[in-house]
Nanobody, 120 residues
Framework: QVQLVESGGGLVQAGGSLRLSCAAS????????GGWYRQPPGKQRELVAS???????NYADSVKGRFTISRDSAKNTVYLQMNSLEPEDTAIYYC??????????????WGQGTQVTVSS
């Protein structure tokens, strides 16, 4: 069993910052990728950032230079530091954990989502 608990969302003015946290519990495999997705109103869910167990990161072009993803493996927690927020960043943000099992398929787990609203 794996459970993801998200926190840190809220309302912020344009140019402000927020830090999202995603704490995982359960049977967490050592080889995994933590990620953040977001779904703006009326739009499809999109990948924001991801980070592997080895620390390799990937960012959507729209957030490069503004967002930073990190992880604390000892706490089984993934963070998303969001700076210079823009109204276009308004969305429900979902934490994702993808577990990689050698010679088997990957397994995806999702948080329940946290609302981020950026006002102008």
């Amino acid at each position: 069993q794996v459970q993801l608990v998200e926190s840190g969302g809220g309302l912020v003015q344009a140019g402000g910052s927020l830090r999202l946290s995603c704490a995982a519990s359960g049977n967490i495999f050592s080889r995994n990728t933590g990620g953040w997705y977001r779904q703006p109103p009326g739009k499809q869910r999109e990948l924001v950032a991801s980070i592997t167990s080895s620390g390799n990161t990937n960012y959507a072009d729209s957030v490069k230079g503004r967002f930073t993803i990190s992880r604390d493996s000892a706490k089984n927690t993934v963070y998303l530091q969001m700076n210079s927020l823009e109204p276009e960043d308004t969305a429900i943000y979902y934490c994702n954990l993808r577990i990689h099992i050698i010679f088997q398929r990957d397994y995806d787990y999702w948080g329940q989502g946290t609302q981020v609203t950026v006002s102008s």
